[in-house]
């Protein structure tokens, strides 16, 4: 009997375990115009509605840029809180490799938050040079996420577009939920 509980325990966390995704960190945190940007991987994921990116068989990581304010962000943002509306775009290339991968990231949102993403298809195992630009949302003329302007309520200027670029090393696809 004492068996048959441990072997059912060990299963039950087992399918919990398996049901966890591991992200991998690209680099480091950056801090700019008052956001911190985090870059990270983990594998192709199945997104609703059906088709808004690649489908995750036909891709080799999820990419993502988690944005969220700091405590000093000018744009009346509480510390820790999700950017919205940002204008995420990816560059990545292989070292070596004239081929270049471009795209826009999304929101959306997970179990672990709101962030940016894409489903991604790289060129092989190998390192990898990433980059990221950001831009307000006034850089999308279709956006409208409207900030108060006058004395009593305002917040500062959007911050200015900038770009950060990274490094990482893509060993190639794994099981699902590990590299």
Not at 21 to 31: C, H, L, V
Not at 96 to 120: C, Q, R
Request: charged share 20%.
């Amino acid at each position: 009997m004492m068996k048959r509980l441990l072997v059912s325990a060990l299963l039950g966390l087992g399918i919990t375990v398996s049901a966890v995704a591991a992200e991998y960190p690209i680099g480091k945190p950056s801090e700019r115009g008052g956001l911190e940007v985090a870059a990270v991987y983990l594998q192709p994921v199945e997104m609703d509605p059906p088709g808004m990116m690649r489908a995750a068989k036909d891709s080799d990581i999820h990419l993502e840029a988690d944005i969220h304010a700091l405590a000093d962000n000018p744009n009346g943002l509480p510390e820790g809180a999700w950017a919205p509306y940002l204008v995420v775009d990816y560059q990545l290339q292989k070292i070596g490799s004239d081929k270049v991968i471009k795209g826009n990231l999304m929101p959306m949102v997970a179990n672990d938050g709101p962030h940016y993403g894409d489903n991604v298809k790289l060129d092989g195992p190998g390192k990898y040079k990433l980059t990221f630009s950001v831009a307000p949302p006034s850089a999308n003329a279709m956006s409208h996420f409207g900030r108060h302007v006058d004395k009593e309520t305002g917040v500062s200027a959007w911050f200015a577009p900038f770009t950060l670029d990274y490094e990482f090393v893509y060993a190639g696809t794994g099981k699902k939920g590990g590299y």
